[in-house]
């Protein structure tokens, strides 16, 4: 691991091997596979670093932090022949499997309109490389990538984005609320992520011909890893509060429980497709349509217009 704190990184994983620059990682001929966790300004030249040596790629959302600079990336892992994949860790999370499921087995009907949230109360700026105004800073750029990649698992590429992108804290510099209306043919898809409301609305708000589906709550595996929970145990993943589904005649509502989220599917499958046993669980191709819309969305907050796509 490339860390300026060997220390920490030997008492919180003892026998991982710490280094100090990203130079010395490539220069090893035993690493097979580069993870980018850096800033978001920082994950295109230090994948084209990685792949230019010879290395897979993993690159933590966004995948960059311009369209551009995503595609030069992965024409580098093209042109090379290696894998490149972006971490769009949500796709695991335990209330998207449930939805997804929901939706194969045709529960809701056809979807007309569907909500998701990430709502938050930070209402003091915090001097971070995310708060700042700086390339990839922000809420769009933090949020707004798990938000459209999750919409474009389900439904596909839009016709077109309409967003609003604001700074609305007090002292605020980079991006802190942001609402977008993805526009299908026959359905409405609204994506909102914000640090300034102190009562969550839903997590996902999804509403079909026949049935709606409610979610509140976040995905607890990040909380768990920060609790120091070990991966796997027992509890890992389940969701503590259930989705509910309502039905549009009778308006009867019942608990419509998930399987529990697990990251670990993603590397999983990354290891599969490593050694040619597997598809590459989240493409670079994918990626780069969530960086199309992203983009989108701030031309169309500049414009004040709907952009098509």
């Given amino acids: ?37 850096t800033p978001n300004d920082l994950h295109a030249p230090q994948a ?3 792949l230019e040596a010879g290395k897979a790629v993993v690159i933590d959302k966004p995948f960059a932090v311009s369209l551009e600079e995503a595609r030069e990336v992965a024409a580098v892992a093209d042109a090379r022949g290696l894998l490149l994949s972006v971490f769009h860790n949500r796709r695991w999370d335990a ?26 109360f930070r209402p003091e700026v915090r001097d971070r490389w995310r708060e700042k105004a700086q390339p990839g ?6 949020l707004g990538p798990h938000l459209i990649d999750q919409a474009l698992v389900l439904f596909g590429r839009p016709l077109g984005i309409t967003c609003d992108l604001a700074v609305l804290r007090d002292g605020g510099e980079a991006i802190d609320w942001a609402d977008a209306v993805l526009r299908y043919a026959d359905k409405r898809v609204v994506l909102h992520a914000d640090m300034t409301t102190p009562a969550p609305d839903v997590r996902f708000a999804v509403h079909g011909a026949r049935a ?7 995905d607890v595996q990040e ?24 039905d549009g005649a009778s308006g009867r509502r019942e608990v419509a429980p998930g399987p529990p989220g697990d990251y670990r599917a993603y590397y999983d499958g990354i290891a599969r497709a490593l050694v040619g046993e597997g598809p590459n669980p989240v493409p670079a191709a994918e990626a780069l349509s969530v960086m199309e819309v992203l983009e989108a969305g701030i031309e169309s ?9």
């Fill in 223 to 246: 909380d768990q890893l920060k609790a120091g929970l070990p991966v796997g145990r027992e509890g890992w993943g389940v969701d503590p509060l259930p989705a509910v589904r309502v």
């Fill in 301 to 309: 907050d500049h414009r004040r217009a709907e952009v098509l796509l």
């Fill in 95 to 120: 209330d998207f499997l449930a939805l997804k499921a929901e939706l194969h087995a045709n529960r809701l009907g056809p979807v007309r309109t569907f909500e998701s949230r990430f709502d938050r």
């Fill in 212 to 218: 709606s589906w409610l979610k509140s709550g976040l």
């Fill in 137 to 142: 800073g922000g809420i769009w750029h933090d």
């Fill in 1 to 37: 691991m490339v860390t300026g704190r060997p220390d920490a990184l030997a008492e919180a994983w003892p026998g991982v091997r710490a280094v100090a620059t990203l130079d010395a990682a490539l220069a090893d001929a035993a690493i097979d596979l580069v993870v980018i966790a």
């Fill in 48 to 50: 084209i670093a990685a």
